[in-house]
């Protein structure tokens, strides 16, 4: 699985960025992390096989994780952004296929994209 991602940049507090996530095969967890230097990577957002997203509570309410109909990309809409959300974005697929069901647990995830950067100013 192949993924690659696109449209970060940088902001200032209130502002909004697209992220966008080119992947060569849908799994069943798709998903958004984030990692700053020194620090361990986050989870920020899943998109699972039902098409149910869900969100990490310092997220919650101001990003949107989504999957463009008919294409293989995978969409981090963020709004309200502020200086803690400055960090590396990168896009995972776990190990699974479209048919499994799983938790879409961190361990899940396998396959990495090589990450945007996001940085936010005050």
């Known amino acids: 699985v192949q993924l690659v991602e696109s449209g970060g940049g940088s902001v200032q507090t209130g502002g909004s960025l697209r992220l966008s996530c080119v992947y060569s095969v849908r799994r069943n967890c798709m998903g958004w992390f984030r990692q700053v230097p020194g620090k361990e990577r986050e989870w920020v957002a899943t998109f699972d096989n039902f098409d149910r997203t869900m969100y990490a509570d310092a997220v919650k309410g101001r990003f949107t994780i989504s999957r463009e109909k008919n294409t293989n990309i995978l969409i981090l809409e963020m709004d309200s952004l502020t200086p803690e959300d400055t960090a590396k974005y990168s896009c995972?697929?776990?190990?699974?296929?479209?048919?499994?069901?799983?938790?879409?647990?961190?361990?899940?995830?396998?396959?990495w994209g090589q990450g945007t950067q996001v940085t936010v100013s005050s």
């Open positions: 995972a697929a776990s190990s699974h296929p479209l048919s499994i069901s799983s938790k879409c647990d961190s361990d899940d995830y396998v396959y």
